[in-house]
T-cell receptor, first 113, second 112 residues
Framework: KAGVTQTPRYLIKTRGQQVTLSCSPI?????VSWYQQTPGQGLQFLFE???????NKGNFPGRFSGRQFSNSRSEMNVSTLELGDSALYLC????????????FGDGTRLSIL | DQQVKQNSPSLSVQEGRISILNCDYT??????FLWYKKYPAEGPTFLIS?????DKNEDGRFTVFLNKSAKHLSLHIVPSQPGDSAVYFC???????????FGTGTRLQVFP
């Protein structure tokens, strides 16, 4: 069974630009969550999508947005990039049934110059 | 507000010995807890979970203990192997959402 696939693996952008990251969940998984990992901060929850609806949102500015398609694939968009947005962005999928573990992709490393 | 805390940033253990990783939480509303292992350049890998109504869960070399009165959980790895060297994250979750609250991680090094 294929795991969670994130593209691209690495991305370099400059301040002010925007970026779109993609996530393909495990087949049959309907829930996709996004996390930001920065040194010393652990993983910070961005948002969760289930059946194309945002089910939960973390404490990030409106520049961070996402969506989920009918095939459960998800995209995350960050507009007006800032230096502090440099991080590893991780996507995780699950069945969406409470208590089931989330399975993570290998992430997209975003660097802002 | 850091709802899940891992106060030890690193731990070094000899191969064959027990590794004990600790985690404290402040949110009594968590329904379950999970432990993940992360290697460099890879995403976190799920290890083991425990429901908040249990006090112990075991899977092979991995055992998680939950002390609700102390709001503390620990992961025991016995025996420790060099391949266990990684960063370990604990996380708390609720049944009505997939939102997980993670600790900042503990780097485990298992040496020969």
């Amino acid at each position: 069974k294929a795991g969670v696939t994130q593209t691209p693996r690495y991305l370099i952008k400059t301040r002010g630009q925007q970026v779109t990251l993609s996530c393909s969940p495990i087949s049959g998984h309907r829930s996709v969550s996004w996390y930001q990992q920065t040194p010393g901060q652990g993983l910070q929850f961005l948002f969760e999508y289930f059946s194309e609806t945002q089910r939960n949102k973390g404490n990030f500015p409106g520049r961070f947005s996402g969506r989920q398609f009918s095939n459960s694939r998800s995209e995350m968009n960050v507009s007006t990039l800032e230096l502090g947005d440099s991080a590893l962005y991780l996507c995780a999928s699950s069945t969406g049934q409470g208590g089931q573990p989330q399975h993570f992709g290998d992430g997209t490393r975003l660097s802002i110059l | 507000d850091q709802q899940v805390k891992q106060n030890s940033p690193s731990l070094s253990v000899q191969e064959g010995r027990i590794s004990i990783l600790n985690c404290d939480y402040t949110n009594s509303m968590f329904d379950y807890f999970l432990w993940y292992k992360k290697y460099p350049a890879e995403g976190p890998t799920f290890l083991i979970s425990i429901s908040s109504i249990k006090d112990k869960n075991e899977d092979g070399r991995f055992t998680v203990f939950l002390n609700k009165s102390a709001k503390h959980l620990s992961l025991h790895i016995v025996p420790s192997q060099p391949g266990d060297s990684a960063v370990y994250f604990c996380a708390g979750g609720s049944y009505n959402t997939d939102k997980l609250i993670f600790g900042t991680g503990t780097r485990l090094q298992v040496f020969p």
